[in-house]
């Protein structure tokens, strides 16, 4: 819980996940920055932090991406240990970005979460690209209904529903008894201690 010479109540782990190149990043970059513009693709794994307020509480988000290829897949059981909430993301103009969420993504969360009650939810993004739709907004509502995961739609490059996501997200979180234990002060050093793994894995080298 807060303490006094802390400024926030809470400190959550989030996660997205997905192939490379449907937005991940630039998603991050929407919410963290109120930008969408000049990003490279990530390589390794990257972390971004955001406190906001909600539900009366302020909280601490420590957001993760990745770059969505296999390759990194070592890194796959300590990216995923503690997050309280997973946003799986496809782009809804390329069908197997959303085929892999259930052949290979859900299949890793199932796998690697270490949270049961973690809070999972379904992002299509690039809504803004509506004419060169591949997944109709009835099919990732389907899917999330059988993942049991909220669904949003959104456009990180006009930044449609981004916000509104993440805040949902976090509220979902705070609705949760069993995350917001592990999402108390306690965890401030099991994050600083992953953010240091990380960095030591990519000391030669990482995009941010």
């Not at 307020?53 to 988000?61: A, E, F, I, S, T």
């Not at 809804?92 to 892999?100: D, G, H, I, K, Y």
């Not at 592990?182 to 994050?191: D, L, P």
Request: one cysteine or more.
């Amino acid at each position: 819980m807060k303490g006094k010479s802390c400024s926030y109540d809470y400190s959550f782990k989030i996660l997205l996940i997905g192939d490379s190149g449907v937005g991940k990043s630039t998603i991050l970059l929407s919410f963290i920055s109120n930008s969408a513009h000049g990003l490279s693709p990530t390589i390794g794994v990257d972390f971004k932090v955001k406190t906001l307020n909600v539900g009366g509480k302020r909280l601490k988000l420590t957001i993760w991406d990745t770059a969505g290829q296999e390759r990194f897949g070592i890194l796959t059981s300590s990216y995923y240990r503690g997050a309280h909430g997973i946003i799986l993301v496809y782009d809804v103009t390329q069908r197997e970005s959303f085929l892999n969420l259930t052949d290979i993504w859900a299949k890793e969360v199932e796998l690697y979460s270490t949270n049961p009650e973690c809070i999972k939810f379904l992002v299509g993004n690039k809504v803004d690209r509506d004419t060169e739709r591949a997944v109709s907004r009835e099919e990732g509502m389907a899917l999330a209904w059988e993942r049991k995961c909220s669904f949003f739609e959104c456009s990180a490059k006009t930044r449609h529903n981004v916000q509104q996501c993440f805040i949902e997200l976090a509220r979902k979180i705070l609705e949760a008894p069993a995350l917001l234990e592990k999402g108390s002060m306690v965890r401030k050093q099991q994050i600083l201690k992953q953010k240091q793994e990380y960095q030591t894995h990519h000391s030669s080298g990482c995009c941010s």
